[in-house]
């Protein structure tokens, strides 16, 4: 096991990525807070780790709300005593052209997938600081890197300042001994993509099978990703093997962009 008896803290647990990550950390041998705003959510995936024998604890959490955050890592380090691995999972977005993106959607997305990345890093890094170790994992997005089919501008802004934090907390936080990084899905087979994808099958008056179908087709590997190609690096990265890969973001997308 990679990571028995590691602590693995995952925002936005309680459904695709998030849910996967956490699943595949605790199959890794952490122990895992599975925090989600949908309370019920997380409390499904904790019950699962549960089974198969791994500590978990379901934390009901919005990462948009500083005490949230705080009671969150309270709760976490209440039942577990430390914190060695925060995965910034959480993350909303809405498919929309530029001319139709609104206030309402760039502060409801900059709220959750900029402030809560950054607000969720920083009270974690106050324990990891104390504990001389730790991994932060964030999910960006290879929207926030230029890709041409991503949901919206708000949202490719959004995937853009995690990519530009995680290269600044990694070079802040090395001297702590924190490795910061991010993963950067590409179409990714979750309820956040199945609504961009319903969108764009009803504007070209397609079914959903030949939207998917053309979807898979622009990628060069020619499949979209599933949940777990993401936590796979997820868990690498937390992993001994990753101790000296700090500040970097890495595309799992099968090809479509190539930096
Ligand atoms: N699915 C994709 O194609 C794709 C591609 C690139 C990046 N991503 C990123 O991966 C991450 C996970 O996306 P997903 O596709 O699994 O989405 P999802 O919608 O399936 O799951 C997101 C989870 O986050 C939770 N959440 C939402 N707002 C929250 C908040 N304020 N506080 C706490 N939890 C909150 C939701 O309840 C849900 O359980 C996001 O950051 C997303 O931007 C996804």
């Not at 990679?2 to 309680?14: K, P, R, S």
């Not at 709300?65 to 977005?93: C, P």
């Not at 490719?156 to 300042?161: I, R, W």
């Amino acid at each position: 096991m990679t990571l028995t008896n590691q602590v693995a803290l995952v925002t936005g647990a309680g459904n695709g990525i998030g849910r996967a990550t956490a699943l595949a950390l605790a199959a890794a041998g952490a122990h895992v807070i599975a925090a989600d705003i949908a309370g019920q959510q997380a409390e499904a995936t904790a019950e699962t780790i549960r089974s198969s024998q791994r500590r978990a604890l379901a934390v009901q959490a919005d990462v948009g709300d500083l005490a949230d955050i705080d009671r969150m890592v309270r709760q976490a380090l209440e039942t577990f005593g430390q914190i060695d691995i925060l995965v910034n999972n959480a993350g909303v977005t809405r498919r929309a052209d530029i001319m139709d993106v609104t206030e309402q959607d760039w502060d409801r997305i900059h709220r959750v997938n900029a402030k809560g990345v950054f607000f969720c890093l920083q009270r974690v890094a106050r324990e990891m600081i104390l504990q001389r170790n730790g991994r932060i994992i964030n999910i960006a997005s290879i929207a926030g890197k230029g890709y041409v089919g991503a949901s919206n501008v708000a949202y490719a802004a959004s995937k853009g300042a995690v990519i530009g934090m995680t290269k600044l907390a990694a070079l802040q936080l090395a001297k702590h001994n924190i490795n910061v990084n991010s993963v950067c899905p590409g179409v990714t087979r979750t309820a956040l993509s199945d609504a961009n994808l319903q969108v764009r099958a009803q504007q070209d008056g397609v079914t959903l099978e030949e939207m998917e179908r053309r979807r898979a087709d622009l990628i060069p590997l020619k499949r979209a990703n599933d949940p777990e190609d993401i936590a796979a690096m997820v868990v690498f990265l937390a992993s001994a093997g990753a101790r000296n890969i700090t500040g970097q973001s890495f595309n799992v997308d099968g090809g479509l962009i190539p930096d």
